[in-house]
């Protein structure tokens, strides 16, 4: 079946620490994107990362493939980063399935 | 200025009523998506729409429904069939290959 599984769901973090939040998928999905929920709900597109590693910032992620699973690294966070993140993976004919989300918080 | 407008923010319905969410999008992507989130809840896919005129249901479509004569438009309808409506509703459109969705801010919508 179709299954994006994100881990761990909740969190906590310490301002200025890194974390790594991972995503597993199915072996029919793939063409992972990951987005980060803001407070007012609005999902902001952090990567399009079907393969490979990319950074942007303080944000990096990587996917491996072949072992089905994708990492997004946060480094010294901030406050802002605050929120959830969403792993999404592509299915079918261009239908997008999500996990549950990353719920992050970051206390000054 | 290029994106996904969906209108209104927030809405909401007495019970018994229909009512009709708006999305739109000039970035001319072919396929367009409606999803539900509920609290704590990842999102859950409603319908999708590859090409003008034509769309699939995906895994919630009962009690909604949706219309895409325009490219640029893909109009939600929650019907009175729907039990629980209560929601915070995304769309969301893709170009195609390879395939990167782009969200608009949101409807939330309250059955009162």
């Known amino acids: 079946g179709i299954q994006v599984e994100q881990s761990p769901p909740d969190l906590i973090l310490q301002e200025g620490a890194n974390s790594t939040l991972r995503c597993n998928f199915s072996?029919?999905?793939?063409?992972l994107q990951w987005f980060h929920q803001n407070p007012w709900g609005q999902l902001i597109n952090l990567f399009y990362i079907p393969s490979g590693t990319k950074q942007n910032g303080r944000l990096s992620a990587t996917t491996v493939a072949t072992e089905r699973y994708s990492l997004l690294y946060i480094s010294s966070s901030q406050t802002t980063d605050s929120g959830v993140y969403f792993c999404a993976g592509y299915y079918g004919n261009n239908r997008l399935a999500f996990g549950k989300g990353n719920q992050v918080v970051v206390i000054p | 200025d290029g994106g996904i407008t969906q209108s209104p923010k927030y809405l909401f319905r007495k019970e018994g009523q229909n009512v009709t969410l708006s999305c739109e999008q000039n970035l001319n992507h072919d396929a367009m998506y409606w999803y539900r989130q509920d609290p704590g809840q990842g999102l859950r896919l409603i319908y999708y729409s590859q090409i003008v005129n034509d769309f699939q249901k995906g895994d919630i479509a009962e009690g909604y429904s949706v219309s895409r004569e325009k490219k640029e438009s893909f109009p939600l309808t929650v019907t009175s069939a729907q039990k629980n409506p209560t929601a915070f509703y995304l769309c969301a459109s893709s170009m195609g290959g390879p395939p990167t969705a782009f969200f608009g801010q949101g409807t939330r919508l309250t059955v009162v």
């Open positions: 072996d029919s999905v793939n063409n």
